[in-house]
Each structure stands twice: as structure tokens, then as C-alpha cells.
């Protein structure tokens, strides 16, 4: 089974609270009919030093979509979003989105990451 790691890359947290994203909610969509897709978040925090600060595997059954709220990023000034996605269909069939969500729960614009915009970083076999 392929595993693949998307990455939003590094992203800055605003220092006003009215701005900032509390909340980061990822978004998993399975098109495959037939597999499941296993999908494991992982949240780092960047202010100096990578630490991972949330770890939640997921699964999401054939055409179906599941999805995760972690608050770890309040106190984040800088994180990264890292998706591992496992499925023995095809891997296009997995599709991911990451937004923010500020402490007012508005939708932040500036962490708002779709599918085609996260880099993949590593394909393991």
C-alpha cells in the first residue's frame, strides 16, 4: 500500500488574537468505491525548533469524507500541517484540504490550503 506525505508548508500564525487561527480544521475526501483511505495528521509547531504537538490517524471509508478540528495551533506562531495518506486504491482518489479557523470562528484566509496546493514531500512504495 503507497503512503504519500503532503505538507502546507510552513505557515505563519498572526500575533493579534482576532487574526489568529485557533483551530485548524483538515478535511479527508475518499472517492475510491471499493478501499479505504487511512489518512494521519500530524501538526508541528515551528517557532524555532520542529515539534509535532497533534498526531491523529483517521479513517475514511469509500466515498466518504471525514474530517478533524485540532486546537493545538492557538499558541503556534509558526506550524506545519503534514498529511500521511495509506490506501490501496488510487492515490488521486484521496483528496485534502486544511483551513484555519480564527478565535471568532471565521474561516482565516491566509491558511487556507487546498489539495492542489500541498506539496508532497515524500511517496513511499
Known amino acids: 500500500m503507497p503512503t ?19 483551530v485548524v480544521a483538515v478535511k479527508a475526501l475518499n472517492n ?19 515539534t509535532l504537538i497533534f ?3 483517521l479513517t475514511v471509508n469509500p466515498v ?19 498529511l500521511v495518506v495509506q490506501t490501496a486504491g488510487a492515490i488521486n482518489d484521496v483528496l485534502l484540504s486544511v483551513f484555519g479557523i480564527t ?3 471565521n474561516l482565516n484566509p491566509s491558511h487556507r490550503v487546498l489539495h492542489s496546493e500541498l506539496t508532497i514531500t515524500t511517496i513511499l512504495p
Open 4 to 22: 504519500i506525505f503532503y505538507s502546507t508548508g510552513p505557515m505563519e500564525n498572526d500575533f493579534a488574537l482576532a487574526n489568529r487561527s485557533g
Open 32 to 50: 475510491n468505491p471499493i478501499f479505504p483511505a487511512f489518512v494521519t495528521v500530524n501538526i508541528y509547531r515551528l517557532d524555532g525548533t520542529k
Open 55 to 57: 498526531s491523529l490517524p
Open 64 to 82: 466518504s469524507s471525514n474530517f478533524v478540528f485540532p486546537n493545538q495551533v492557538n499558541n503556534a506562531f509558526q506550524f506545519e500541517v503534514e
Open 103 to 105: 478565535q471568532v470562528n
